[in-house]
C-alpha cells in the first residue's frame, strides 16, 4: 500500500502539509509562521463571553474543549505539526487494516472524518508530556482577557467603584500580573489581602466579585 493511492489522499495531503512546515522553517519562512503563530496562541486566549446574570461570563466548555485537543499547551505550529503527523499515522495505519480485514479500504472521507475523531483528543494527550519539556517561555503569551474568571490578590489600597486598587492575578501558566482592579457590585469595597474573583474588564480595569457574593452562588 502507498500513500499516493486515492484511498489515502486526506492523509497524503496531511503530510505534504507538515513538509511544507518544515521547509518553510528551514528556507527562512520560519519567522513569518512563527509570528502567525504568535497571534494564533494569543487569539486561543482570548475569551468568548457568554453573558450570565450582571455581566459575568461563562465559557467553560469552550475551555475544557481547547484543553482536550491540547491548544494552548504549546505554540501551535508544534501543536499543528504534532496533529498532521498523528492524523496522517492513525488514517494509513487504519486503511491497511480495512484492507487486511475487509478486502478494501474505506472511502477518504470517511476514513479522514474517523482519523481525525481520534487523532485531536489524541494529540491532547501527547502535548500535554511535550509541554513539560517545552521552555516555559514558549507558552507564556496570554491575552489580558484570559485573566477574567481568575483569583487575584488585592495588593494595596482598597477597592471602591470609581476608586481601583492594584491586585495581584496568576495566569494559566503561572505567571504573575498586576491590574487595576474594583468592585462589581457598586456598593462593594475590597481590602487589602482579600482575594476575590475577576469577572469582566472595562479597558485596563478589571472587575471583581467577593467570594460571599450572591452571584457566585457560595452563600
Given amino acids: 500500500m502507498t500513500l499516493l493511492e486515492p484511498y489515502n489522499l ?12 518544515a521547509l518553510a522553517q528551514i528556507i527562512g519562512m520560519g519567522d513569518m509562521l512563527d509570528g502567525a503563530d504568535a497571534d494564533f496562541d494569543i487569539d486561543v486566549d482570548v475569551d468568548l463571553d457568554v453573558d450570565g446574570p450582571d455581566g459575568l461570563a461563562s465559557g467553560g466548555i469552550f475551555e475544557s474543549a481547547l484543553s482536550l485537543f491540547g491548544l494552548g499547551r504549546v505554540p501551535f505550529l508544534i501543536w499543528l505539526v504534532v496533529l498532521l503527523f498523528v492524523f496522517a499515522g492513525i488514517g494509513v495505519a487504519g486503511q ?3 484492507i487486511s480485514l475487509l478486502g478494501s479500504p474505506f472511502h477518504p472521507g470517511l476514513a479522514a472524518l474517523a482519523a481525525g475523531a481520534v487523532a485531536l483528543p489524541l494529540n491532547g494527550l501527547l502535548t500535554r508530556p511535550l509541554a513539560r519539556l517545552l521552555p516555559q517561555d514558549e507558552t507564556s503569551v496570554v491575552h489580558i482577557s484570559s485573566l477574567v474568571r481568575r483569583d487575584a490578590e488585592i495588593q494595596t489600597g482598597t477597592a471602591r467603584r470609581g476608586s481601583p486598587a492594584r491586585a495581584k492575578v496568576i495566569d494559566m501558566y503561572g505567571h504573575p500580573h498586576f491590574v487595576m482592579v474594583e468592585p462589581h457590585d457598586p456598593d462593594a469595597a475590597l481590602t487589602q489581602g482579600e482575594t476575590v474573583l475577576l469577572v469582566r474588564r472595562e479597558g485596563e480595569t478589571f472587575y471583581a466579585v467577593q467570594y460571599e457574593n450572591p452571584l457566585l452562588g457560595l452563600q
Fill in 10 to 21: 486526506p492523509f497524503a495531503i496531511a503530510i505534504m502539509l507538515l513538509l511544507f512546515v
Fill in 96 to 98: 491497511q487494516l480495512s
